[in-house]
């Protein structure tokens, strides 16, 4: 099994995985798939950095903006 740097949303797509999004505040969690989360981004003009994403992020469980970002199995 390889190891992959998963820094970039880019890069979860181009390996297949769905990106797993947790409130860091409350640990609500939703799984987006990975092209509609980068095509999302894209159109807000926002980095598609991991680090940036996560920080950009606001829970609909609390309102707590920032979350960390993990890969999570595709269902396509």
């Known amino acids: 099994m390889a190891r992959y740097s998963l820094e970039?949303?880019?890069e979860y797509a181009r390996r297949g995985y769905?990106?797993?999004?947790?409130?860091?505040?409350?640990?609500?969690?939703?799984?987006?798939?990975?092209?509609s989360l980068m095509r999302e981004l894209h159109r807000l003009?926002?980095?598609?950095?991991?680090?940036?994403v996560g920080g950009r992020m606001r829970c609909s469980g609390c309102g707590h903006r920032g979350?960390?970002?993990?890969?999570a199995a595709a269902e396509w």
């Open 45 to 52: 003009r926002a980095s598609m950095q991991v680090d940036k």
């Open 67 to 71: 979350a960390t970002i993990s890969p």
């Open 8 to 10: 970039s949303i880019n």
């Open 18 to 35: 769905a990106v797993r999004v947790t409130c860091q505040s409350c640990g609500h969690a939703v799984d987006w798939n990975a092209v």
